[in-house]
């Protein structure tokens, strides 16, 4: 039965070794479910691989990568998401070759950054299936790489082969960030990161004890979709079901359906999903749904607002959901993905800060009532790994309650960037003041309270008016919040040149539900700025309303103020509506 919990395997140095150790003692169990929505309003068809049928497809693939490619060598991943893609992934490891997890070409606005990626890593192979082999002989036409398509390679491949035994500090993938500040850049993640990031997520989540099942929509080239999907369910034997990203975006229930079928269920989306499952699931579709079940749902890849958790509970405790599942988290693509999450089980931790201290560098507290106060969620505290809070410029470590960069150190810390020996020098081997060893410098901004983790927001995107530090996702939060009219999460706030210092600009969505032309802009403008001005001490220099969809998002489905910054001082937003 499925529903019992699988016993702990040994403690095994990569994925494949660990799919081969479920095939030989639960080879009957359900290892992977890919829910297919062929039409609209599908309920769904259900496509499973045994751990049995897993290790042979891992085994027959992988015999196909060798004959294709030396050991070390990239192999690049342009699967649609499907149960292919997790053996594809598998199989070049189990080759002992470098995945590189990507995305089939035609991914509306990421055609470019799949160009790059592949310009940068070099795959000798790609690796695709028969639905898209076409897009992707056309995207490699000029590149000299040899393509495999996975369901093609037929079973009998597999002969005897078992995995290769690698060292554990060699690279098994290459996870390219998202570009959100910077060209993509491929993180070295070694076989013990991933396996150590797996075991920390799920002692994180309390899944190494308890039998959970992991259902998730993330795309499986994201770090937080790959490690929550694949690797920890492969570490400690898990039934994972999975659904395509568009198929999410279409029709969310479905999501929320997948989670109510499955006992125990643990998955991860950013803060815009859970917003936007309250705002596109019906009463009707509601009516059928029991979330009692639900184990955890981590909530991070970007700003964790409380107000959203608050709102996707209430919206939601109809059907069952407890309010201490929500799990606030933190991690990025440096640190393998998971650094930090709040635990299931407990009440979601609120903090209310004083906006103009928090501009000079200090967390301190304010009433949560107050107009002006800032409120955000605590990350809860690592698992297996240490942060620490340092200046940014003297890398000194600070003390509870003082704002700095957060710092990482562990097992699961990326070996260095690909092929970047100055970045990997200044990001992955900071020394902090006395305290010994290299730390990761994740870029971002931080402070700790209470023993846990709160992230204030992004050294690079800081806006600093008249010597004052502003995060951009504050005003984005005032801007949002001023006008039923703004599209939530999908608006930009950055600091541009002006004559007399930095100015502040916002580009932001209009609602779906609406056109341009039924908006009074005018008044919408008048209202965002108003707010602005009272919560955030600021003078918004120029809002522009832009249709959705015109904000750029990165790979991973971030909001890219660095994108949108550049398109605004190109004039690309100049015959929209501005303010």
């Not at 309010?323 to 407990?346: I, K, N, Q, W």
């Not at 605590?378 to 957060?406: F, K, M, N, W, Y």
């Amino acid at each position: 039965m499925d529903s019992r919990r699988p016993p702990l395997a040994p403690a095994y140095r990569s994925l494949p070794e660990y799919v081969r150790h479920w095939a030989e003692t639960t080879p009957d169990r359900r290892a992977f479910t890919f829910v297919d929505h062929p039409a609209p309003h599908s309920r769904g068809v259900h496509r499973t691989l045994t751990w049995r049928r897993l290790d042979v497809r891992v085994r027959a693939v992988a015999a196909r990568l060798a004959e294709e490619a030396e050991p070390g060598a990239r192999v690049a991943l342009l699967c649609p998401q499907s149960t292919e893609y997790v053996t594809a992934f598998l199989a070049a490891l189990a080759a002992g070759l470098v995945a590189v997890p990507l995305y089939p070409p035609g991914l509306p606005g990421h055609g470019d950054r799949l160009s790059a990626v592949l310009a940068d890593a070099r795959p000798t192979v790609v690796v695709t299936t028969s639905q898209v082999i076409d897009q992707v002989r056309d995207a490699c036409a000029h590149t000299p790489v040899r393509i495999v398509a996975v369901d093609q390679v037929p079973d009998a491949a597999a002969g005897d082969r078992r995995p290769v035994e690698p060292d554990d500090a060699v690279i098994a993938y290459l996870q390219y960030t998202s570009g959100s500040t910077r060209t993509p850049a491929g993180v070295e993640i070694s076989h013990a990161n991933v396996v150590a990031n797996a075991r920390q997520a799920l002692a994180a989540y309390r899944a190494d004890a308890h039998p959970v099942t992991c259902v998730g929509w993330l795309p499986l080239y994201h770090d937080m979709g790959l490690v929550l999907s694949v690797a920890a369910p492969v570490v400690r034997g898990l039934l994972s079901v999975l659904m395509d990203p568009v198929a999410f975006l279409h029709e969310p229930v479905r999501w929320l359906r997948l989670l109510a079928a499955h006992p125990r269920a643990l998955s991860a989306a950013p803060n815009f999903a859970y917003d936007y499952c309250v705002s596109a699931v019906t009463d009707a579709q509601k009516a059928d749904l029991r979330l009692d079940g639900v184990a955890a749902l981590i909530n991070g890849s970007e700003p964790v607002r409380p107000g959203t958790a608050e709102r996707f509970h209430a919206a939601f405790a109809g059907q069952g959901l407890a309010p201490d599942t929500h799990c606030p988290s933190y991690g990025l693509a440096e640190a393998t993905v998971f650094v930090s999450a709040a635990r299931p089980g407990m009440p979601l931790s609120r903090f209310a800060l004083d906006r103009d201290a928090l501009a000079t560098g200090k967390a301190l507290p304010a009433r949560p009532d107050d107009p002006r106060a800032v409120l955000l969620a605590g990350c809860g505290t690592p698992a297996g790994q240490r942060i620490r809070i340092a200046d940014p410029v003297s890398h000194a470590a600070l003390s509870e309650g003082e704002v700095g960069e957060i710092c990482v150190q562990g097992p699961n810390v990326g070996r260095g960037y690909w092929r970047q020996d100055e970045p990997t020098r200044r990001v992955f081997g900071t020394t902090l003041g006395d305290i010994p060893g290299g730390w990761l410098r994740t870029g971002d901004l931080g402070t700790v309270l209470d023993g846990q983790l709160i992230v204030t927001g992004r050294l690079k995107d800081l806006i600093v008016v008249d010597g004052r530090n502003h995060y951009p996702q504050d005003v984005e939060a005032t801007a949002q919040d001023a006008h039923p009219a703004v599209r939530r999460d999908r608006l930009a706030a950055f600091g541009v040149p002006g004559d007399s210092g930095e100015r502040v600009v916002v580009v932001a969505e209009h609602v779906r539900t609406t056109s341009l032309a039924e908006i009074d802009v005018p008044a919408l403008v008048r209202a965002v700025r108003a707010a602005v001005s009272a919560r955030n001490g600021l003078r918004l220099a120029d809002l522009v309303v832009v249709p959705p969809g015109a904000v750029p998002r990165t790979s991973s489905g971030k909001v890219s103020r660095t994108l949108t910054r550049r398109q605004y001082l190109e004039g690309a937003y100049a015959v929209e509506s501005a303010g």
